[in-house]
């Protein structure tokens, strides 16, 4: 068990889980609260939203370390786990179960909050994003990078796009009555979304600096290895 809680990085997922309620909480109920309104969105379903989103996180955690054991053994050779806590099989048949049942509980909310076209699209994305940056554009130039930082962004946005369409059926005209719009909230959220993907862009940036030497040995093409450590540097320090 121990082995594979360390595969699922338990502390990362409490970071997500602590991040969509504090948007939750500390900046969309602040704004509504101000105009004499509440959070819409029922508790449970916001808290099945978070989960869903923690199963996929989990799920692409698991499938990363999969495809990286040899460049693991290289890089961080005491924190691998595939192979040797957690056989390949299981991580393999952990990560189909964990992502499939992530998908479908946000598929889920997104029908029971009426963005199912939209929330499918969302899960669905995230989902594949995960698996083809685990098999190839991890290693591939920046496309990795930004890619993971978009879907760290993107648990900053969930928040509001759910509560959007509750807040619209229960307070249509109280926003209308009042001038407020829910375009304030928007633009909080939307600003801290960015610096979410920049500071995860950073983030990303500086874990291929620490990984080039394993990476250059099996022909990944990350910005550090193409571009040398000194423009990395700059990179970092401009983002």
């Given at each position: 068990m121990l082995p594979f809680l360390r595969?699922?990085?338990?502390?990362n997922l409490f970071i997500v889980i602590l991040t969509m309620y504090i948007v939750r909480y500390?900046?969309?109920s602040p704004?509504?609260?101000s105009w004499d309104m509440h959070p819409v969105m029922?508790?449970?379903?916001?808290?099945?939203l978070v989960l869903s989103v923690v199963m996929i996180?989990?799920?692409?955690?698991?499938?990363?370390?999969?495809?990286?054991?040899?460049?693991?053994?290289?890089n961080k050779p005491d924190e691998v786990v595939v192979d040797k806590g957690v056989k390949r099989r299981v991580a393999m048949i952990a990560h189909f179960v964990?992502?499939?049942l992530g998908v479908l509980l946000g598929v889920f909310v997104s029908w029971k909050s009426g963005l199912l076209g939209t929330g499918a699209l969302i899960f669905v994305?995230?989902?594949?994003?995960?698996?083809?940056?685990?098999?190839?554009?991890?290693?591939?130039?920046?496309?990795?990078?930004?890619?993971?930082?978009?879907?760290s962004a993107l648990i900053i946005l969930l928040p509001a796009l759910y509560e959007f369409p509750f807040l619209v059926e229960h307070f249509r005209a109280e926003l209308f009555r009042s001038g407020h719009s829910i375009n304030s909230i928007l633009k909080v959220v939307i600003a801290l979304t960015l610096f979410a993907f920049l500071l995860s862009m950073v983030r990303e940036l500086i874990k291929d600096m620490e990984d080039a030497?394993?990476?250059?040995?099996?022909?990944?093409?990350?910005?550090?290895?193409?571009m040398g450590m000194r423009a990395s540097r700059i990179l970092g320090g401009f983002l």
């Open positions: 595969l699922i990085r338990p502390w500390c900046i969309i704004i509504l609260l029922p508790d449970w379903l916001f808290a099945l996180a989990a799920a692409g955690y698991v499938i990363n370390d999969y495809f990286d054991v040899r460049i693991d053994r290289i964990i992502m499939t994305f995230a989902a594949s994003a995960l698996w083809f940056y685990s098999t190839d554009f991890k290693r591939k130039f920046l496309i990795g990078n930004i890619l993971i930082s978009l879907l030497e394993g990476d250059k040995v099996f022909g990944c093409k990350t910005f550090p290895i193409v």
